[in-house]
């Protein structure tokens, strides 16, 4: 993509406006149409665009493969460490009022964390698939057996 | 928005159904996180242990004809998603986490052998994941948590087979076509949940009985109850729906072999059976007759062609996967014959079949570690060189065909009963009959281990202790619950009573 020029700058150009468009997406889940699932998909859209552009090797030094399974594991743990904290106060799996004080803020705090898990776990699944197709060896030519 | 109604505190006991669901889903991202395998391997067996003894306490809880019911997120059902807990479901619970926790030390050489060591850590996390979705298939109350479920476990499983590949390249090929019939499969079974959905507005199965009880003539609700049957035919591997079923079990890593053969297919079974009986009522007309003329043909169809295909195979692996699909011919046909002891009998027959299929996929596995591969031809002479492995291969093949004194005999024994109690003295006589081929199949075996010489200079030393011990553990079980039946015979009976019992609202 080298000689590509208008890419390369549009693609510069256009990746942090995603990613702060991602952001938006996810933390106005609660008020306005959004949340983890679509801010997920987003924000990894502006990796794999960036990967497409500039190169697995530049997109892998800024999330490195490790790093990808760990965070998609880590967004599972967000969602279910959420739940698993109204177990300790007495109150159902995934009951968010025992988070706060008044029960309506429980929810609200709930809903933030829980969406945070599944925004990191999307983002990070969609660029873990992208690593995995974009890794493959070249497919072997029939002459070449 | 309104607040959750319920402000009681729980207590520990009172977690346990969501707990024993939720253990193991959320061990798995910790084994990822860790990174190392030997840590994912003790994590997955303490979950599944954990699991194991959080089910047996339920399932102590239910057998009395007792209901727990768990709301998730204190919201009250039918609104929430409950998590429903009866004889019926505590009982498959059980069978599918103590299955677990006795493959996992198995599967700690096997694995080792079978799968290269980068793959090992993500292999364990499949392998809860499978499992947790397994257990919430089981577990919940709700249809559509029954499917989102089913989808973890079935995205786990093409996983878990596809990592066959290291061993023989077409457990690709095996794990897309059960990915093609899984889906298929799932998505029949989504389908008549939304036409459920459509007649009756609730999604929760105890409410969806209430409504659905006089809108028997719907066309709405007929057309549910065959999405849903052939939806979950398909995972159960229904005679003519089996068609993955040999090449996964085939062709998948022997541990999973191992746990699929004896945990997927009866969740599968479970569900049909909740269908039928909880949310359908086996009074309305439709059902009587999809039960009669559609379900009992194809039980007695796959009793015998999948075990006289069984009879002509050449691997031992795919010679026990043909079996399986024979096997789930008695448990719809327990199921089809629509009385208190066919019922129960389908349902000990989950247990008696998991177990005794277990046994017999373990020592498969132990020849594959030590042969390379389960060809028949390999196996010759195997009762000398691995006399502990073969030993308990015949005793569960032993339980496999029914013998009196096994936990398989059991088994066909209430269902004969069952058949006789209709009157069909002919079916008695076909399942007798059906069950002579599992001897022909099981003597081949036998034969081959004990009575071909080994070839020269081929010799083979026993499996480590880690993978004997499980193996002898689900043998002796066969000999155990086919002496003494009174745990899992009034599990069942209590779980056949409390699904018909359902059945009879009106």
Known sequence: MRHHLILRVITKLIVPPILLFALYVQFH??????????????FAAALILFGIVFGLRKVKRVLPPWLVIRLAAFGVLLYGGTGVV???????????????AYPKDGQHYGIIAVELGVGIAVATVMVAIYYAFASRPPRINDEDW | MATPASSAVLTFTEHLPLLAVAVPLLTAPFCVLFGNRNIAWLLAGLASIASCLFSLHLLLQVIDGDIISYHLGGWAPPLGIEYRIDAANAFVLFLISGISSI??????????????????????????????????????????????????????TYVLIAMGAERDKRALTAAY??????????????????????????????????RIADLEGNRTVQAGFAFVVVGMGLKAAIYPMHLWLPRAYTFAP????????????????????????????????????TLTWIIIPLAVLAMFAASLIAVFQQDLKRLLAYSSVAQVGYMILGIGLLNVTGLTASIIHLFNHGITK?????VTGAFVMRKGSSFCDNLAGLGKQMPITSGAFVISGLSLIGVPGTAGFIS?????????EKGWWWMAILIVGSSLLAIIYVWKIVEILYFKEAPEGNTAKEVPYSMLIPMWVLASVCIISGI???????????????????????
């Open chain 2, 177 to 210: 076509d059960y990915l093609i019939m899984g889906t298929i499969g799932a998505t029949f079974f989504v389908i008549g949940i939304g036409f459920l959905y459509m007649a009756t507005g609730t999604l929760n199965m105890a409410d969806m009985a209430v």
């Open chain 2, 484 to 506: 003494d039946t009174d745990l899992t015979y009034a599990a069942a009976k209590a779980a056949a009573d409390g699904l018909l019992g359902a059945g009879v609202v009106r």
């Open chain 1, 86 to 100: 109204s177990l300790f106060v007495g109150k159902a799996f995934l009951d968010y009022s025992a988070l706060a």
């Open chain 2, 254 to 289: 022997s541990v999973v072999t191992v746990f699929l053969a004896a945990t997927a297919t009866k969740a599968a079974i479970y569900v049909l059976m909740r269908f039928m009986f909880s949310v359908y009522q086996p009074s309305f007309m439709f059902e009587t007759h």
């Open chain 2, 358 to 362: 277990g046994a017999l996929f373990m």
């Open chain 2, 103 to 156: 493959v996992i030390p198995y599967a700690r050489r096997s694995i080792a052998h079978e799968i290269r060591l980068a793959s090992q850590t993500l292999f364990y996390c499949c392998y809860l994941l499978c499992f947790a979705g397994l257990l919430g298939v089981v577990a919940t109350g709700d249809a559509f948590n029954v499917f989102v479920f089913l989808e973890i476990s079935s995205l786990s």
């Open chain 2, 412 to 420: 066909k024994w209430l269902l004969v009963t069952s058949a006789l």
């Open chain 1, 29 to 42: 889940g609660d008020y306005s149409p959004g949340g983890g699932f679509q801010a997920g998909v987003i």
